[in-house]
């Protein structure tokens, strides 16, 4: 007998760990449901942490090469500056000072943003003060020279503005060779760290799809095992369903026989009734008579009552015997067939009941062996004995139908009715009927309601 899944958990041995339908252990499901899990977490984190930091590096660098950008922009104004002045200081033009006027405010300007550029360089602000200050002492010298030579004519070539442009040229080199070298330092370290991101995310990348390996592989298994059982049900299916219909065979067979037997019983009973009880009766009502001639009359006259009573008592015991004897085994369905017995069952009914029996029979009953004839007529007696009974009713139809190598006997009477769902177990005259059709594979129904009568059909094929 197979275990089921209650059975194998209960029995199971200890350490046993439950597998599922895949036939993977549950706790091994559960780490890849976990590394899953994880992974993802990871290299969302990871994508996070990767865009920040490029972010922040890109912005870093940025900021430098603005900051190297001013320090150019420093270089390039103090030579417009220098050029236009020495331009001036040649030619005495007012043209070549415009590149010196326009540079001053500038220069200011410049000078501040470069302060707020070294805020946060506390290294190199001594660097820088050098540097701020050479810028001055270039801005006094290029004034006062302009100054000389607009006020006392063609001057001589400006040694200390070159001195101080090569000295702050010098210094703007060594601050932005510093600056340079932070922006250099900046995307190595980035670079690095792009590495090791780099580096995570093949791992990371590698890990799912191990991970994406291992769910298909379980995947597979299950699926693989879900074919497998479908197999093993449709199987186990369909041997279920052919052992049902040989026990449901078997037991038809079992209730046919012993349905048969049970009538082969009533039969031999109704013959021993019919010879041995029925010629004792006949003998002692013809020994009766008997008594009655031989009796003098004078003895006749005084037990005259009881001769007569003892006649009665005969001829009501031999009427009681044929009754019984035609209850056991109906002598008309052997000797008439099925329609005959059916009509004088209706009949007697509708006599000893005053109720009227529509009857509705068929001309013909040869299609019926002796087996199926008894099982619609003992229906039909059941369904009157129910009806005399129970049921009350003025109106009974029996009919009696062949088609499509089926019979269909139907007893409807107007009676009071019942509720089918609700009748007693111990009423076995339904449960009868139903038995005896079930015996041939046949169908039976009831339709009754309390008030509504009662309509019963019973179906009994005849090639079976």
């Avoid at 199971?12 to 977490?41: K, T």
């Avoid at 050098?130 to 607009?150: D, I, Y």
């Avoid at 339709?447 to 009568?453: A, D, I, R, V």
Wanted: with cysteine; aromatic share 4%; charged share 25%.
């Amino acid at each position: 007998m197979p275990t089921t899944a209650t059975e194998a958990k209960t029995n199971a041995p200890e350490g046993f760990r439950p597998l599922d339908d895949s036939g993977v252990p549950r706790i091994w499901q559960h780490v890849l449901l976990a590394c899953g899990c994880a992974l993802a977490l990871t290299l969302l984190v990871s994508s996070y942490l990767q865009s920040s930091l490029g972010l922040e590096a890109l912005d870093e660098v940025l900021t430098q090469s603005a900051q190297v950008d001013h320090m150019d922009q420093l270089q390039l104004l103090l030579v417009n500056s220098e050029t236009g002045v020495r331009g001036y200081l040649l030619t005495g033009e007012p043209v070549y000072l415009e590149p010196y006027e326009a540079a001053i405010p500038e220069i200011d300007t410049l000078v501040e943003r470069i302060r707020a550029d070294f805020s946060d360089k506390p290294t190199m602000l001594d660097e820088l003060e050098a540097l701020l200050g050479l810028v001055r002492a270039k801005q006094e010298v290029m004034g006062e020279a302009v100054a000389r030579r607009t006020l006392e004519g063609e001057q001589d070539n400006d040694l200390a503005g070159k001195i101080l442009m090569d000295e702050a040229r010098q210094q703007i080199g060594a601050l932005r060779a510093n600056l340079l070298s932070d922006v250099t330092q900046s995307i190595i370290g980035s670079k690095e760290r792009f590495k090791l991101t780099r580096g995570i995310g093949i791992a990371l990348a590698g890990g799912t799809l191990l991970l994406l390996l291992a769910l298909f592989a379980v995947m597979q298994r299950q699926a693989e095992l879900r074919n497998r059982l479908t197999d093993l049900l449709a199987t186990e299916n369909s041997r279920l369903d052919r052992q049902v219909r040989q026990r449901t065979a078997e037991l038809r067979r079992l209730a046919r026989y012993l349905t048969n037997a049970r009538e082969a019983e009533q039969a031999r009973l109704a013959r021993e009734l019919h010879d041995e009880l029925g010629s004792l009766l006949t003998a002692a009502k013809l020994d009766t008579g008997w008594i009655r001639r031989k009796l003098p009359d004078d003895l006749r006259e005084a037990w005259k009552s009881r001769l007569d009573r003892l006649q009665e008592t005969l001829t009501s015991g031999i009427a009681l015997k044929r009754r019984i004897i035609d209850d056991l085994r109906p002598p008309l369905l052997k000797d008439l067939g099925l329609v005959e017995a059916l009509r004088a069952l209706a009949e007697d009914f509708a006599m000893g009941n005053e109720i009227t029996v529509d009857i509705v029979l068929p001309d013909d009953a040869s299609a019926f062996d002796e087996e199926r004839s008894l099982t619609l007529f003992r229906i039909a007696q059941e369904a009157f004995t129910n009806i005399r009974k129970y049921a009350n009713a003025r109106n009974v139809t029996l009919s009696l139908v062949i088609a499509n190598d089926q019979a269909r006997l139907e007893v409807t009477d107007d009676g009071v009715g019942f509720n089918p769902q609700g009748l007693a177990s111990d009423r076995h005259g339904l449960a009868g009927m139903l038995h005896r059709v079930q015996t041939y594979a046949g169908r039976f129904s009831v339709e009754s309601s309390p008030g509504n009568g009662a309509r019963i059909v019973a179906e009994v094929p005849l090639n079976t």
